[in-house]
């Protein structure tokens, strides 16, 4: 198939329901399926949290916007990431993690699958040699994030899946920020793709949930194997709602970069910014692997405040159309202080975030009323 993106978001995995013709996959609110005698399973659903239709909609339609072989959707990002390393790593082995990085992944590494003996390892992984040179015998998985949350740092996706090719590694790539319409990371080398669907692709603040997205069918039947075996699967409401969120994808990250690109105008000019975090910028030391990788320079913004962290959390609480929250990627545009807030669990790591700093998830609200209400809570 050779369909558009938005076209594979309106229709992957969503034929026309069989019985009645609903143009929605319904929710199928079940949890157990009769047999046409003992293991005469209909269309191959035995169990929920095996296989329920409405999540096979929606993890079909997830592998086919990502380009990859098998789509798997859970009940959290967190829970796609703790089934993707629990499903390749095992006691001894060593992860090179992104020294700037979402605090709830730092922490899954850290408090978590360290005391089950798996290593990690923060590196810089904006730079391909720096992460070369990290790379040990042991170290199984190449973790990235691209852009990286908060600071919005940028990684060469092919660059790295070479190096980690040529140590017999995985390169996993966390796209939540970018979202599957800005950037495909399995066209670019990767082995699988991660998601908080919560964010761009549920993209209503309205449901939690997570993906992996195998390139291999090898890699997809193993992923399939430790979701059922460990559980951690999204319910048939969340799917379905995540589903509905994922085909209006293309449409909603067309705004939000539009309304992304004025928001760091403002910022850019405006004499309480020290630093606007956006590797749309020229100036930004991955513009050139991000306009290369990416469709569009995405939704997210960062920026750091003259003044230090009291003005810094003063903008957030001063901000009132951008509402004060954690999470991002929603219609509605956000604002947080990521030290205090989604970034607290990496206080004192090498994962640490400057205190001045602000995040914003830029909403598809009119682009006016948003400069409006930062340009008066900057003061
Ligand atoms: C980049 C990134 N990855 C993973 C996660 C974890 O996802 P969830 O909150 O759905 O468990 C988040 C959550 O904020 C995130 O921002």
């Not at 157990?32 to 095996?50: I, M």
């Not at 789509?71 to 829970?79: D, K, P």
Request: glycine share 12%; with cysteine; charged share 20%.
């Amino acid at each position: 198939m050779n369909e558009g993106f938005e076209t594979l978001a309106i229709h992957a995995g969503q034929e026309a329901d069989p019985h009645t013709g609903a143009v929605v996959p319904p929710i199928y609110a079940v949890s157990t399926y009769k047999q046409d005698g003992v293991g005469g399973l209909r269309a191959g659903y035995e169990y929920s949290r095996s296989a329920n239709p409405t999540r096979t909609a929606l993890e079909e339609c997830l592998a086919a916007v990502e380009g990859g072989a098998r789509g798997l959707a859970f009940a959290s990002g967190l829970a796609a990431e703790d089934t993707l390393l629990r499903t390749v790593c095992a006691p001894g082995d060593h992860v090179l993690i992104p020294d700037d990085a979402y605090g709830g992944t730092f922490r899954l590494f850290a408090k978590v699958l360290e005391r089950w003996g798996v290593a990690y390892e923060p590196v810089s992984i904006g730079d391909v040699d720096a992460v070369r040179a990290a790379v040990r015998p042991e170290t199984k998985v190449i973790w990235v994030e691209t852009p990286t949350n908060p600071l919005l740092g940028i990684a060469d996706i092919a660059g790295l899946a070479s190096v980690a090719h040529d140590a017999g590694a995985l390169l996993a790539v966390d796209n939540t920020f970018a979202s599957p319409y800005l950037q495909q990371p399995i066209g670019l080398g990767a082995d699988v793709v991660i998601h908080s669907t919560t964010k761009y692709v549920g993209g209503h603040s309205d449901v939690v949930g997570g993906a992996l997205v195998a390139a291999s069918a090898e890699l997809g039947e193993r992923l399939a194997y430790h979701q059922n075996a460990m559980g951690a699967v999204a319910g048939p409401f969340d799917a379905w709602l995540t589903l509905r969120g994922l085909k209006t994808l293309a449409v909603r990250m067309e705004r939000h970069c539009d309304n992304a690109e004025r928001v760091v105008e403002l910022l850019t000019s405006h004499p309480k910014v020290t630093q606007v975090l956006y590797p749309g910028l020229p100036e930004h030391p991955g513009h050139e692997v991000a306009a290369k990788q990416m469709r569009r320079f995405g939704g997210m913004v960062s920026f750091r405040v003259a003044g230090g962290e009291q003005a810094a959390v003063e903008v957030c609480n001063q901000a009132k159309l951008f509402t004060l929250g954690e999470s991002l990627g929603g219609v509605e545009s956000l604002i947080e202080h990521p030290g205090r807030m989604t970034h607290a669990s990496a206080a004192g790591s090498p994962l640490e975030v400057p205190a001045d700093l602000v995040r914003l998830s830029v909403g598809i609200e009119t682009a006016d009323d948003l400069l409006a209400d930062l340009s008066r809570a900057l003061g």
